[in-house]
């Protein structure tokens, strides 16, 4: 019976955890890593559940140290032997671990291959439950192992195994094919995912007549992965191929995305293939309908999303100009850009997804920011901001995502509504007075905005809120009401009274007052009816 010797590595560095990893073919000395840990705490709760013969742990971590974790192990599980990695030369340092049953220690400084093979295989020597083992040397689990490696972005040192490689290999391309579950319940979805997938792609590449051969890799963040050894005449097929993977693993109860990188020769560039992944299956945030998404390669709607990137409303959205609105109270024009770019958003394969997510984030902050500096009563918003930036970092899609930001953009305003509301019978009434009082003057609706401290668009809507006309249409009725006294005195020529009111075109006030009076100036004067004159 082949037995492994299993090793938990605990160190809070990741770095050298991975490196560790990597020194050298771990199945093939007879070894595998069982799991990693980045502190004591959490290897104790891993130590059930895996088993390991031989724990391989730094000193110094965070939460609980390397020597009270040494105390704890040997107290609980007295048949797992430690290795202690220690950064200090002083053999006093480590020696409280000796105390608590480590059976040797490495510095790491000075950590290689060789030196750290020699002390797990001595330390392994010594456990009894793997001794008459026969010495695990299974040629799959050697190549699982070195592809691991190549996933991670290490070379293959093993020229032996490399060169196996084309036996194993036998057609000159590689392609990495991804697929996620729909719903993102990430690594047990994606267990139950794996055995579906792989039987349904072996069923359609049989089905399609491919010359193709494949393997499945370890899972990636809840992702299952293939690696897909072919030749050029597959490659036609593979995309509607992978149409039908998806639907019927959706039909057979396990609905997917699914991610095929581009095609490479070496398997060097695994890892290269692997990074590529991430970024192929985010469009589906833009792209919620789409169901397969190919590296190096235009699909329908992709094609259809990038059309829409480069002829919709706005490629970009200009930060600059919405926060300059914000600032100066212009919140209908702020809100209409930013509600402007959300609609040119679907399809969209132009901007990254976390860059979109940290853009609305950023604009609902400076939203509320605006709102509390001009003293509107946002203060639930403000309570509530963090949930509006979780909400929308977690949104599975760019619908989800503007309905989110749209319901945020209603609060805000229903928050200017209520100031509006509250203040808006008084302020107006002070504008309505100026108006009355400067009605002779050239008053534009930009000066009245000047003087009361209002940015003009934003007067513009406040002022048709408050008040049952329009700016305009309120100013050229007091004129025009003025314009009716000095007729009835008949005192003043119709030129010089269109003047005094405030016009400065004589042809523009005779067709102002013909629209509000119904006849003209000349004809209100002739009319000795004061009825008339009441028009």
């Known amino acids: 019976?082949?037995?492994?010797?299993?090793?938990?590595?605990?160190?809070?560095?990741?770095?050298?955890?991975?490196?560790?990893?990597?020194?050298?073919?771990?199945?093939?000395?007879?070894?595998?890593?069982?799991?990693?840990?980045?502190?004591?705490?959490?290897?104790?709760?891993?130590?059930?559940?895996?088993?390991?013969?031989?724990?391989?742990?730094?000193?110094?971590?965070?939460?609980?140290?390397?020597?009270?974790?040494?105390?704890?192990?040997?107290?609980?599980?007295?048949?797992?032997?430690?290795?202690?990695?220690?950064?200090?030369?002083?053999?006093?340092?480590?020696?409280?671990?000796?105390?608590?049953?480590?059976?040797?220690?490495?510095?790491?400084?000075?950590?290689?291959?060789?030196?750290?093979?020699?002390?797990?295989?001595?330390?392994?020597?010594?456990?009894?439950?793997?001794?008459?083992?026969?010495k695990p040397g299974s040629k799959e689990r050697v190549l699982e192992a070195a592809l691991d490696k190549l996933l991670s972005g290490y070379p293959l040192e093993n020229e032996q195994l490399r060169g196996a490689m084309g036996d194993i290999f036998p057609y000159p391309l590689f392609m990495l094919l991804a697929a996620e579950p729909s719903e993102r319940?990430?690594?047990?979805?994606?267990?139950?995912?794996?055995?579906?997938?792989?039987?349904?792609?072996?069923?359609?590449?049989?089905?399609?007549?491919?010359?193709?051969?494949?393997?499945?890799?370890?899972?990636?963040?809840?992702?299952?992965?293939?690696?897909?050894?072919?030749?050029?005449?597959?490659?036609?097929?593979?995309?509607?191929?992978?149409?039908?993977?998806?639907?019927d693993c959706g039909v057979e109860g396990h609905p997917a995305a699914a991610a095929l990188s581009a095609a490479f020769h070496q398997l060097d560039r695994l890892h290269e293939a692997a990074e590529e992944i991430p970024a192929l299956l985010e469009k589906r945030f833009f792209l919620p309908e789409e169901r397969v998404f190919i590296g190096g390669r235009q699909q329908q709607g992709q094609q259809k999303g990038q059309q829409l990137a480069h002829n919709g409303p706005q490629a970009g959205f200009d930060s600059e100009a919405f926060n300059h609105e914000l600032n100066e109270q212009d919140f209908h024009a702020a809100f209409t850009r930013l509600r402007r770019y959300l609609t040119s958003m679907p399809g969209r394969l132009d901007t990254e997804m976390y860059d979109f997510k940290s853009l609305m984030g950023h604009s609902v902050f400076n939203i509320i920011l605006a709102l509390l500096r001009?003293?509107?009563?946002?203060?639930?918003?403000?309570?509530?901001?963090?949930?509006?930036?979780?909400?929308?970092?977690?949104?599975?899609?760019?619908?989800?995502?503007?309905?989110?930001?749209?319901?945020?953009?209603?609060e805000a305003e229903e928050c200017i509504q209520q100031r509006m509301r509250s203040a808006?019978?008084?302020?107006?009434?002070?504008?309505?007075?100026?108006?009355?009082?400067?009605?002779?003057?050239?008053?534009?609706?930009?000066?009245?905005?000047?003087?009361?401290?209002?940015?003009?668009?934003?007067?513009?809507?406040?002022?048709a809120t408050h008040n049952k006309e329009g700016f305009s249409e309120y100013l050229n009725k007091v004129r025009i009401e003025k314009a009716c006294e000095l007729l009835r005195q008949g005192d003043k020529s119709i030129s010089d009274i269109s003047s005094l009111v405030g016009y400065s075109d004589h042809s523009y006030f005779t067709k102002v007052f013909r629209k509000l009076k119904g006849v003209s100036p000349s004809q209100y004067r002739r009319q000795p009816m004061e009825g008339l004159h009441e028009l």
């Open 374 to 410: 001009f003293q509107y009563e946002a203060r639930q918003l403000e309570e509530r901001k963090y949930e509006y930036f979780r909400r929308i970092h977690e949104a599975v899609n760019i619908h989800e995502a503007v309905q989110l930001v749209e319901a945020f953009l209603e």
């Open 1 to 134: 019976m082949n037995t492994y010797c299993k090793v938990l590595v605990v160190d809070d560095e990741m770095l050298v955890r991975q490196g560790i990893k990597y020194l050298f073919d771990w199945e093939s000395e007879g070894f595998t890593i069982a799991g990693e840990a980045s502190n004591g705490e959490e290897a104790l709760e891993l130590i059930p559940q895996l088993e390991p013969h031989i724990i391989l742990m730094d000193i110094v971590m965070p939460v609980m140290d390397g020597e009270e974790l040494a105390r704890r192990i040997q107290t609980r599980y007295p048949g797992i032997k430690i290795i202690v990695l220690s950064s200090f030369s002083e053999f006093e340092y480590v020696r409280s671990t000796f105390q608590s049953g480590a059976s040797d220690y490495i510095l790491k400084p000075k950590l290689d291959a060789k030196e750290l093979l020699a002390i797990l295989k001595k330390v392994a020597s010594a456990i009894p439950a793997l001794q008459g083992a026969a």
């Open 424 to 463: 808006g019978g008084q302020a107006v009434q002070r504008i309505l007075a100026y108006i009355q009082d400067n009605y002779a003057e050239p008053l534009t609706l930009t000066e009245i905005a000047q003087h009361f401290h209002f940015n003009p668009s934003y007067l513009s809507n406040y002022f």
């Open 185 to 247: 319940s990430a690594a047990a979805a994606a267990e139950d995912l794996q055995p579906v997938m792989t039987s349904v792609f072996e069923r359609l590449a049989e089905a399609y007549s491919l010359n193709i051969s494949f393997r499945a890799l370890r899972q990636d963040e809840g992702r299952v992965r293939l690696l897909l050894n072919t030749d050029e005449s597959s490659l036609e097929a593979l995309p509607d191929l992978l149409q039908e993977l998806t639907h």
